[in-house]
C-alpha cells in the first residue's frame, strides 16, 4: 500500500488567491491511500522543501504529490528533494494548479478551487501506480563538429582543441578566415584585420587535435547528442593538395577568357578557372572552379589529353607550369565529390554573415559602377584588393587592370584613372526597412566610421559625408572613435538618403535630408558607399533543417532562451555563435564561439549524459511485428528485429525522446511509455471522468 | 483590342489636339476605342481625395464602372487621372469596406464596381499590346538625328504597387524611352529623369516655386543631353512643361527654346496624321521640330 | 521664426490639449494615414519631395512630426498640404512604408473639416458639382480647330451622367460639410 504525501503550495497568492487552499486540504485528506496533507506558502523554497524530506526520511511517505506550479520548471527540483531524503525520484507526480487552474480561473473561485481537487485527485490516482525507475546514462561521443571557418569557428575550435576535444573545422570555401579575412583594418582599434587573423588561421590549421575539412559542406545529420552522424560531402578541387604547394604559377597561365567575377574581391575584379582565394588562404592550395573553367587544352577532366604529331599529350597551361604534377586533369569531374563520415557528440554551428547585394535598392542608382557595398569599399581599399589598396573611383578599376597587366609584361603603359575628391556613405540601406529587413544591422554604423577615418586619415583633403538615421555606437572605445571622427572633420549628417541619381562621367548626385538644419540636402560625390544589412547565408534555413534547429523570421538561427541562453538551441548537443545567429561585432562574435566551445565541453567532459528513463519499452511478447511504430518514430528510435525468426520491434534507448507516439499507436498495446503507462493515464481520466473521485 | 478612352479634364479642354492624336493613332494600330461616354473628372486630387476616402473612390468606381459594364478597361493619356484611378481601386481592393460602402452609394444610380475594370496607361498599352515592332512599321516619317528629353512623370512610376503595369526599375524607367527609340530617336539618360515637373497642386498654390523644378529640369536637359524635344506621357507634365517653359523666357531665366510633346502626339506626326489636329496646341513654338520631322525622315 | 509657431514648443501645454480635445495623430490616422506611428523620422521622404526642395514650409517629415508631438491649431493656416502634387516618391522609398502622401491628403482632410481650405480648391469643386469636370473651359475654340466635336463624351455633353455625378456627390462628405452649394 503506497503511503501518499500531498504537498500543496499557495505559490505566494498566484495559487491562494483563486483556490481555497483549506478546502482542498480537506477534500484531499479523505482520498485513498492519502497519509499526509500539508500546505505551504512556496513549497519549492528551502522551508518547504523540508517538510517533504522530514516525512520522507521519517518513513511516514513513500510517494510525493506537490500541487503547485509548472513541472516545466519545477519539476526537476521537487525530483531532486525526493533524492537527497532518499526517495527514488520517480516516485513523484505534479500537478499543476497555478497555469492550469488559478492564473487561468481566476476570476471563479469556486470553480477553481473544484478544478484543484479534481486535479490533485488525480495526480493521486497516478501516484498509486508509480514504478521506481533509474536514471540511465548514455555515452557521449567527445568529438565536436563546428560548421564554419570564421572567425567564430575559429576560435571554437581553438578552445576546444586546446581542452582536449578532437575537432572537426569544415568550412563550405577553399580557405577559412570567412568575412574578417575580406577587412581591412578592425574598429576600434584599426588593427590591420590580416594580422591579428592569420596567426589564428595558421593556429587553428596546424593544431594536433583539429582536422580542417575545407572546400566541403554538412550534406547529412544523424543520431542525437552525445552520438551525431554526420556526413560531409568534400567538392572536388581538381588539384592534388597532398602535392599542391601554394606557389601561385598556375594563377598566372590562366587564359584570359576564362575568367569570373572574384568573390574575395566582392565582385570588383575577376579570378581565373584555377585560383587561390586570397594571399593568406588557409589551407594555401589552388582550385579549379569547372564553371569557369573553358579546357582551354581541349581537354575536358577525365578525358584523354590531345597529343602532338610525336605523340606527346598537349597538357592545359596550369598542369604545364605546375612544379609539383598537383594540377592534373585526370581526374574525371563528380559532381557528388566525396563523402566523409564523422562522429561527434556535439555540434557548433558558425556559418556567419553575407552582405546584400546593392542591385536591390533601385533608388540609389546600383547600376552605376561608382555605387558600391561598404563591403566592396573594404577590398577598395586593402593592401590584398583589386588596386592593392591604391584608391581610384571603381569605375575605373577595369583601366587599373589593364594598365597592371601591360605593366607585368614589360610594356609601356600611363596609367589615368580618377581619384575621388568626395565619398558619401548611406547609412541603414535594407536594414530597418519593412520592405528586406527590420532588425538594425549593428555593425555599419561603427564601420562606416572606420572607413571614413581610415580615408580621412590617409587622404585628409577627401570630402566625406556620413548620412546616419541614428549614430549606433554602443560598444567598448565606440563613442570615443565616433567623436574622434568628428573631430577629423568627417561630416556627419542625420538623415537617411532617399535618392542616388547619375551624373555624367559617373559621378552621382546624392539627395539628402539634414535634420539639424531641417532641410533636404544634396551633394555631388565620386563614389557612394551603401551600408547594406547583413543577412545570414543563403542556405542556412536548410543546414538548419539537417541538424534540426529552427531558424527566425529574419532567417538567423534561433537560439534556446534571447536572454539566457544565446548559444544554445532547443536541440541539445547543437550550439550556435557568431552572425549566424544575429549580426554582431568581432569581439561579440568571438565572446559567443568561447561560449558554445565551453557548453559544449561541459556537456562532454564528464563522457556521459544523464537522461531520464521515460521512455519507450516493447514487450516482445505482446508485440506482433506489424510494424505501425516504427515509420511514426520521430526520432528514429524504434526498429524490428528479429527474434527467434520473427520481427519484434525494439526501442534504442539513446534516440528515445518519450513522446509517446509508438505507446499510443500500438494496436496490442505492447508498448509502455514508462512514466506514463497505460494503467496511469486511465487512472487520470477516470478520475477526472468521476469528477475526482480517484480510481484505479 | 479595345479600351475606353478615359480622357480627364485637361486633355479634354485645354489640350484637345492629345485627344485627336489618340483618336487617330489608335484604330491605325488596331486598338478600338470606346468614348466612354459619361466620363467626368477621375476625381482629381485637389476635389474629393481631399475630402474623404469613401467619396473618392465612389466618383472613381462610377468611372470604371462604365468600362466595367461594357467589359473593357480604361486607358489614359493623363499620369494625374492615371494616379487617382489606380489609388482608388487600389484602395477599394484592400479594404472591402470601402468596397462596400462605394456600391451602396452607387446603388443609388443603379451601378456597381466589382474591381475588376482596370485604368491602363496609353504608353503602357503601346508598349505592350501594339508593341514596338509594331509602331516601327506604322511610322511614316522616323527622327533619325533627334535627341529626345523623355519626361515619364511621377504618377506613371509612383507607387509601383498600384499600378496594373510595373517598370522593372521605378528609378530608371526605360518605356518611354524605348518609345522614343522605336521611332528612330535617341532617347539617352539625364540625371533629372526622374523629377518631378511641379505641376497641378504646386503650381496652383504657389506657382514661382513651381517654376524652380522646371527651370532646374530644363537646365538639365539643356547641359547634358541638349534634347531637340522634351516627350513625356502625361499631360500635366506637358502644359508644365510648355508653358511655364515661356514663362521663364520672359523673365529672362533661361534662354532656349524645346518643343514640348506628349507621346501619342509625336506618334501621331510620325505616323503620318495633320500636326494642326494633332499637335496644333502650344505656348512654346513647335513649328521648327515638326518641320524637321516631316522634311526629314521620310521611310 | 515660422509663423504661428512659438519659438520655445511647450509639448506640456501641447499634450494637455491633446487630453481635452483628442490626439492629432488619431484624427490623422483615421482620414487614412493608417500607418502613420510607424515613422522614425528618418528623413528619406524629405531628401526627395518637390516641396521640400523648393522651400515650403511643412513638408512630409516635419509635418509628421508635427502631428505626433500634437500640433494641429499652428498647422490649419500653412499651404503645404495643398502643395502636394501626390509623387509618391515618398512611399515608394519609406522604409516603415508611412507613406507621407497619406498623410499629406489625411491633413487635407483634417484642415477641410476645420474649413480651412484653400480658395482654388473650392472653385475646382464647384465646377465638379457645376459640370463633373474640375478644370473646365467654356471655350470650345480648341476642340474646334482640332477637329473635335465641340464637347467631349463626358458629364459635360451628357446631362443624365451629371446628375448620376451629382448624386454620388450628394451621399459624399461634400454634402455633409455643406462646403459648395448643391441644388
Redesign the interface.
Known amino acids: 500500500m503506497p503511503k501518499i504525501g500531498v504537498y500543496i503550495c499557495h505559490c505566494g497568492e498566484n495559487i491562494a488567491g483563486a483556490v481555497n487552499i483549506e478546502e482542498v486540504k480537506k477534500f484531499v485528506e479523505k482520498l485513498p491511500d492519502v497519509v499526509v496533507v500539508r500546505d505551504y506558502l512556496f513549497m519549492c523554497s528551502d522551508p518547504g522543501q523540508e517538510l517533504i524530506k522530514e516525512d520522507i526520511r521519517k518513513g511516514l511517505v513513500d510517494r510525493v504529490v506537490v500541487a503547485a506550479c509548472t513541472p516545466r520548471t519545477h519539476e526537476p527540483i521537487f525530483r531532486r528533494a525526493c533524492e537527497e531524503a532518499g526517495l527514488n525520484k520517480y516516485y513523484f507526480e505534479m500537478a499543476n494548479i497555478r497555469d492550469q487552474c488559478s492564473w487561468a480561473h481566476w476570476h471563479d473561485k469556486e470553480k477553481a478551487t473544484e478544478k484543484a481537487k479534481q486535479l490533485i485527485a488525480a495526480a493521486v490516482a497516478k501516484a498509486r501506480l508509480l514504478e521506481p525507475l533509474e536514471d540511465r546514462y548514455i555515452d557521449l561521443n567527445k568529438n565536436v563538429l563546428v560548421i564554419g571557418g570564421g572567425i567564430a569557428g575559429i576560435f571554437a575550435s581553438l578552445d576546444l582543441a586546446n581542452a582536449g576535444f578532437k575537432v572537426y573545422l569544415v568550412e563550405k570555401s577553399p580557405s577559412i578566415g570567412g568575412n574578417m579575412a575580406k577587412l581591412d583594418k578592425t574598429f576600434p582599434t584599426n588593427d590591420c584585420s590580416a594580422c591579428i587573423l592569420t596567426p589564428l588561421m595558421v593556429e587553428v590549421a596546424n593544431h594536433p587535435n583539429v582536422e580542417l575539412i575545407t572546400y566541403a559542406e554538412v550534406e547529412s545529420v544523424e543520431g542525437t547528442v552525445g552520438n551525431f552522424k554526420v556526413r560531409v560531402r568534400k567538392k572536388q578541387t581538381y588539384v592534388d593538395w597532398n602535392k599542391c604547394t601554394g606557389c601561385g604559377a598556375c594563377l598566372n597561365v590562366c587564359p584570359p577568357k576564362a575568367r569570373v567575377p572574384d568573390e574575395f574581391n566582392e565582385g570588383l575584379s575577376l579570378r581565373g578557372a584555377i585560383y587561390i582565394p586570397f594571399p593568406q588562404a588557409v589551407p594555401k592550395k589552388a582550385v579549379i572552379d569547372p564553371d569557369a573553367c573553358i579546357s582551354c587544352s581541349g581537354r575536358w577532366f577525365g578525358e584523354e589529353p590531345r597529343r602532338t604529331k610525336d605523340g606527346k599529350p598537349i597538357l592545359a597551361p596550369c598542369e604545364k607550369v605546375c612544379p609539383t604534377g598537383a594540377c592534373s586533369r585526370d581526374e574525371p569531374r563528380d559532381p557528388n565529390g566525396e563523402i566523409v563520415e564523422l562522429d561527434v557528440g556535439a555540434i557548433i554551428v558558425a556559418t556567419g554573415y553575407r552582405v546584400m547585394d546593392k542591385s536591390n535598392f ?2 540609389f ?1 546600383p ?1 552605376s559602377p561608382n555605387v558600391i557595398t561598404a563591403l566592396q569599399m573594404e577590398r577598395l581599399i586593402s593592401a590584398t584588393g583589386p588596386t592593392e589598396g591604391k584608391l581610384i573611383v571603381p569605375s575605373d578599376i577595369p583601366k587599373y587592370l589593364d594598365w597592371k597587366k601591360k605593366v607585368e609584361k614589360g610594356k609601356e603603359a600611363k596609367l589615368e584613372v580618377r581619384k575621388p575628391h568626395t565619398i558619401t556613405f548611406v547609412s541603414c540601406v535594407g536594414s530597418r526597412d519593412e520592405r528586406y529587413h527590420t532588425y538594425c544591422s549593428k555593425v555599419c554604423c561603427m564601420y562606416m566610421l572606420k572607413q571614413a577615418m581610415l580615408l580621412k586619415e590617409k587622404y585628409p583633403d577627401l570630402d566625406i559625408y556620413i548620412f546616419f538615421i541614428d549614430v549606433r555606437t554602443p560598444g567598448k572605445d565606440f563613442d570615443e572613435y565616433y567623436m574622434r571622427c568628428r573631430k577629423l572633420g568627417i561630416k556627419i549628417i542625420k538623415g537617411k538618403v532617399g ?1 542616388v ?4 562621367d559617373e559621378r552621382l ?1 546624392v539627395k539628402g535630408f539634414d535634420a539639424d538644419l531641417g532641410k533636404p540636402v544634396e551633394l555631388i560625390s565620386d563614389i557612394v558607399v551603401l551600408a547594406t544589412a547583413i543577412e545570414p547565408n543563403m542556405d542556412l534555413k536548410d543546414l538548419a533543417r539537417k541538424l534540426g534547429i529552427s531558424v527566425g523570421a529574419e532567417g538567423f538561427l534561433r537560439e534556446r532562451h534571447t536572454k539566457l541562453y544565446p548559444v544554445d538551441t532547443l536541440t541539445e548537443g547543437v550550439f550556435i555563435c557568431g552572425c549566424a545567429q544575429g549580426p554582431k561585432d568581432i569581439p561579440d562574435s568571438v565572446a559567443q564561439a568561447k561560449a558554445a566551445a565551453s557548453s559544449a565541453m561541459s556537456l562532454l567532459a564528464p563522457g556521459k549524459m544523464r537522461v531520464e528513463p521515460l521512455i519507450s519499452e516493447v514487450d516482445q511478447k505482446k508485440c506482433s511485428g506489424c510494424g505501425i511504430c516504427v515509420p511514426l518514430c520521430p526520432y528514429g528510435a524504434i526498429e524490428l528485429v528479429d527474434v527467434n525468426g520473427k520481427k519484434r520491434a525494439k526501442v534504442n534507448e539513446a534516440k528515445c525522446k518519450g513522446c509517446g507516439v509508438c505507446a499510443a499507436a500500438c494496436p496490442s498495446k505492447a508498448i509502455t511509455l514508462h512514466g506514463f503507462t497505460y494503467e496511469q493515464v486511465l487512472a487520470q481520466i477516470r478520475t477526472l471522468a468521476r469528477r475526482g473521485e480517484v480510481s484505479a | 483590342m479595345k479600351y475606353g478612352l478615359f ?1 480627364g ?2 486633355i ?6 492629345v ?2 492624336a489618340m ?1 487617330k493613332i489608335f484604330p491605325a494600330l488596331g486598338v478600338e476605342l470606346d ?7 477621375c ?13 473618392w473612390c ?2 472613381a468606381a ?1 468611372n470604371l464602372a462604365l468600362g466595367e459594364e461594357k467589359g473593357i478597361d480604361l486607358m489614359t493619356a493623363c499620369n ?1 487621372c492615371y ?1 487617382s484611378l489606380n489609388e482608388a481601386r487600389h484602395k477599394m481592393l484592400s479594404d472591402p469596406k470601402i468596397m462596400e460602402r462605394v456600391n451602396e ?2 446603388s ?2 443603379g ?1 456597381r464596381y466589382e474591381g475588376r475594370a482596370k485604368c491602363r496607361h496609353v504608353a503602357w498599352v503601346l508598349y505592350k499590346d501594339v508593341g514596338l515592332e509594331k509602331i516601327k512599321e506604322s511610322i511614316k516619317y522616323s527622327l533619325d538625328g533627334i535627341t529626345i528629353a523623355v519626361q515619364p512623370g ?2 506613371f ?4 504597387e498600384v499600378y496594373p503595369d510595373k517598370e522593372e ?4 524607367p526605360v518605356v518611354l524611352r524605348e518609345l522614343c527609340k522605336a521611332l528612330g530617336a535617341d532617347a539617352p ?1 539625364y ?6 515637373c ?5 503650381r ?3 506657382p514661382e ?2 517654376f ?2 522646371v527651370k532646374e529640369k530644363l537646365q538639365c536637359i539643356k547641359e ?1 543631353i541638349d534634347a531637340d524635344l522634351i516627350v513625356t506621357t502625361c499631360s500635366s507634365c506637358l502644359i508644365q512643361l510648355d508653358d511655364a517653359q515661356e514663362q521663364l523666357r520672359k523673365k529672362g531665366e533661361i534662354d532656349f527654346s524645346i518643343p514640348v510633346l506628349h507621346y501619342v502626339q509625336l506618334l501621331a506626326i510620325c505616323m503620318g496624321f ?1 500636326p ?3 499637335a ?2 502650344c505656348v512654346t513654338p513647335r513649328d521648327e521640330i515638326i518641320g524637321r520631322i516631316l522634311e526629314g525622315g521620310k521611310r | 521664426m515660422i509663423e504661428g509657431v512659438p519659438p520655445v514648443l511647450n509639448l506640456t501645454e501641447l499634450a494637455e490639449r491633446e487630453k481635452e480635445e483628442g490626439k492629432v495623430s488619431e484624427i490623422i490616422i483615421r ?2 494615414a493608417e500607418n502613420l506611428m510607424a515613422c522614425m523620422q528618418c528623413g528619406a521622404c524629405a531628401s526627395i519631395c ?2 521640400a ?4 514650409e511643412w513638408f512630409n517629415k516635419k509635418l509628421i512630426k508635427a502631428i505626433l508631438v500634437g500640433m494641429k491649431e499652428e498647422l490649419l493656416d500653412d ?1 503645404t498640404p ?8 515618398c ?2 522609398i519609406c522604409p516603415r512604408q508611412v ?1 507621407p ?1 497619406e498623410v499629406m ?1 489625411a491633413m ?2 483634417l484642415m ?1 473639416e476645420e474649413f480651412a481650405i ?1 480658395t ?2 473650392i472653385e ?2 464647384r465646377a ?1 458639382y457645376e459640370y ?6 467654356t471655350g470650345r475654340e ?2 474646334k ?4 466635336p465641340e464637347k ?5 455633353s ?1 446631362e ?3 446628375q ?2 451629382r ?3 450628394k ?4 454634402a455633409q ?1 455643406g ?1 459648395i452649394p448643391m441644388e
Open positions: 533601385k533608388e542608382s547600376e535618392g541619381q547619375r551624373l555624367p548626385l | 480622357l479634364c485637361n479634354s479642354f485645354n489640350r484637345p489636339d485627344e485627336q483618336r468614348d466612354l461616354k459619361g466620363q467626368s473628372c476625381p482629381t486630387w485637389g476635389t474629393l481625395p481631399s475630402i474623404d476616402i469613401v467619396g465612389a466618383v462610377r494625374s494616379g452609394i452607387l443609388k444610380i451601378k511621377c504618377h512610376l509612383w507607387p509601383s526599375d521605378p528609378f530608371n539618360y540625371s533629372k529623369l526622374i523629377d518631378c511641379g505641376m497641378g497642386a504646386l496652383s498654390t504657389d516655386k513651381s524652380i523644378l547634358e495633320e494642326e489636329q494633332v496644333g496646341i | 482620414f487614412g518637390p516641396l526642395r523648393v522651400g515650403f499651404p495643398w502643395a502636394c502634387v501626390a509623387c509618391n516618391r512611399t515608394e507613406s502622401f491628403f487635407r482632410r477641410v484653400p482654388l480648391a475646382a469643386l465638379l463633373g469636370h474640375a478644370v473646365y473651359m480648341a476642340r480647330k482640332v477637329g473635335l467631349p463624351p463626358s458629364t459635360d451628357d443624365k451622367a451629371l448620376d455625378l448624386t454620388i456627390l451621399e459624399t462628405k461634400l460639410l462646403l
